[in-house]
């Protein structure tokens, strides 16, 4: 399981840090309770599965302490900005949608993640979260709803094959 699972999670937890040194301890402690509970351990998928969700409760830790040390917070945001204002053509546009993204309730951008980052599914993800896949239909639908009008009020606009469109007076 740790062989076939270990990048997963590991992206999983990547993703969501501030540095890949806190990644490496949410995985780490996301397995040691694996072990340390490996009877209730699924079988196959389910067993990815119940990582994410284990995964999860672990970072929600990991975050409780982290608000307490805010200072990595501010360097993050300032990380994210010469990430996407290095983009060329784009960079205002990756801006805004990284800003909008964050400013998201979190509850939203952990859907939103493990639809866009892990390519979950529906069933998938409601395994992971503990609910059912149709509490997870509703809340994704309103997510991706305040999503895309942050977008539109941010006048942030896609072609219709996903990519950026030009800003107006960029045509």
């Not at 999670?9 to 996301?30: F, K, L, N």
């Not at 200072?71 to 204002?85: F, H, K, N, P, R």
């Amino acid at each position: 399981m740790y062989r076939e699972t270990y990048g997963q999670i590991t992206a999983y937890a990547a993703r969501r840090c501030h540095s890949p040194q806190d990644a490496a301890d949410v995985v780490a402690e996301t397995f040691a309770i694996a072990w340390r509970r490996m009877g209730e351990v699924p079988d196959g998928e389910q067993a990815t599965l119940w990582l994410y969700g284990v995964a999860r409760k672990v970072l929600a830790n990991h975050y409780r302490v982290e608000v307490r040390r805010q200072a990595l917070s501010v360097e993050l945001d300032a990380e994210m900005a010469d990430l996407y204002q290095a983009a060329p053509d784009s960079g205002v546009e990756l801006t805004a949608i990284a800003q909008i993204f964050r400013a998201l309730p979190d509850t939203d951008r952990e859907l939103l993640s493990l639809v866009a980052w892990e390519g979950l599914d529906r069933q998938q993800i409601a395994t992971v979260l503990g609910m059912s896949r149709n509490a997870v239909r509703i809340r994704l639908h309103r997510a991706r709803r305040r999503f895309a009008r942050a977008l539109a009020e941010a006048d942030v606009h896609f072609t219709s094959e996903g990519r950026l469109a030009p800003a107006e007076g960029q045509l």
